[in-house]
């Protein structure tokens, strides 16, 4: 029996390394040979970093197949490659990831090459100032490594709704940001370097090969991460829509824990067992403020905020810690199967 995964993220390595070091036969199906940390991608994008690239097989499990190739379509029992070869699995963990929209928005720093393409610019006009539209995490660590890297950089958002978020703002603030609040704007509308930090989207390829997906075209799961009515296929990463827990988000911290667990149920229905439902419950989120200075929030398992933070320099020091702890998970899943674990929350 073989396992094949789309998608060399978080999600995609983390369920690889976890079923080839069970000795289960896995192919792993990526256009390029590389992994990116890209929680590291606001660095790059300002030139503070010179890449977010790690070699594939630095965090890949040496046992895994690799079959360098995009997917166009997903069929019940095949799969087909870019080249126009068809490719048979028996199970499928679906972890293609996100990216941006193909919207004429401004710049992103969704993927490597938009992070490119926005330090290209940045290098062309050395002097502009730059707007970030946005102040989730992505716009927040963007504005601190802009600053960082000497540019005149002002926000522009809505009010935000939580703690964590005013508090970094009134750092950047501090730091000479530009903070407009209160506005929303369309990034297409402005004027000069605009960087759109709002959001992000998923490849069309679960809706194109006709499986079931969500209005913003995420792979519908269950609490197995199993597709209905499409049981030798699951999903995991920002790719799929969970309904239950709620309060998942977007994030490296929740990739891991479902790649993990989406190869726990294939290891179990192995064993004619059906698995066991996905629980995961938060415990900090990190942000990177930019000239070696971060916040550390505390969370309650469902990604509300405690009331306990730590910041400024010593905030910088857990923020990196954990950045490095990320790709340290997915090198320890190699070196023996089962040894990554995560909180299950309430």
């Known amino acids: 029996m073989t396992t094949t995964v789309l998608g060399a993220g978080y999600a995609g390595v983390m369920a690889a390394n976890r079923l ?6 896995v192919v792993l199906v990526t256009p390029n040979p590389w992994f990116v940390e890209r929680i590291r991608l606001h660095r790059v994008a300002t030139g503070l970093r010179e890449s977010a690239r790690l070699d594939l097989e630095t965090v890949l499990n040496p046992a895994v197949e690799v079959v360098p190739s995009a997917v166009t379509k997903i069929g019940d029992d095949q799969i087909q490659l870019a080249s126009g070869e068809n490719l048979p699995y028996d199970t499928l963990v679906y972890a293609v990831g996100s990216g941006a929209s193909d919207e004429n928005r401004g710049y992103r ?3 490597e090459p938009e992070a490119e393409r926005l330090r290209a610019a940045l290098a062309e006009a050395p002097d502009a100032p730059v707007t970030i539209v946005g102040a989730g ?8 490594a802009l600053r960082e890297a000497g540019r005149a950089v002002k926000l522009v958002s809505t009010a935000p709704n939580r703690r964590a978020i005013q508090a970094h703002l009134r750092f950047l603030a501090k730091q000479g940001v530009e903070i407009e609040l209160g506005r929303h704007v369309d990034p297409a509308e ?11 989207t998923v490849p069309g390829l679960a809706a194109d090969s006709g499986l079931p ?3 913003f075209g995420r792979l519908l799961v269950d609490e197995r991460l199993t597709v209905p009515g499409h049981p030798n296929i699951l999903g995991a990463g920002d790719a799929v829509h969970l309904e239950s827990p709620s309060y998942l988000r977007a994030a490296c911290a929740t990739a891991l824990p479902m790649g993990a667990h989406a190869a ?6 192995r064993q004619g067992k059906p698995g ?5 419950g938060y415990v900090l989120q990190c942000t990177d403020l930019g000239s070696g200075r971060g916040r550390v929030q505390f969370l309650h398992p469902d990604d509300t ?3 306990i933070a730590i910041d400024g320099r010593a905030g910088g020091l857990v923020k990196e810690t954990i950045c490095r702890m990320s790709v340290r998970w997915l090198t320890q899943e190699r070196e023996r199967a089962g040894r990554y674990s995560w909180p299950t929350g309430a």
Request: no cysteine; hydrophobic share 45%; charged share 30%.
């Open 276 to 280: 066991e439902a996905f629980r995961m």
């Open 20 to 25: 080839a070091g069970r000795g289960e036969e």
């Open 190 to 200: 402005l004027d000069g370097l605009v960087v759109d930090t709002t959001g992000f």
């Open 213 to 215: 997906v969500d209005e």
């Open 264 to 269: 726990d149920v294939i290891t179990a229905r």
């Open 305 to 307: 905020e405690r009331a």
């Open 109 to 111: 720093i969704v993927s």
């Open 137 to 144: 995490l992505t716009g927040v660590e963007l504005a601190g």
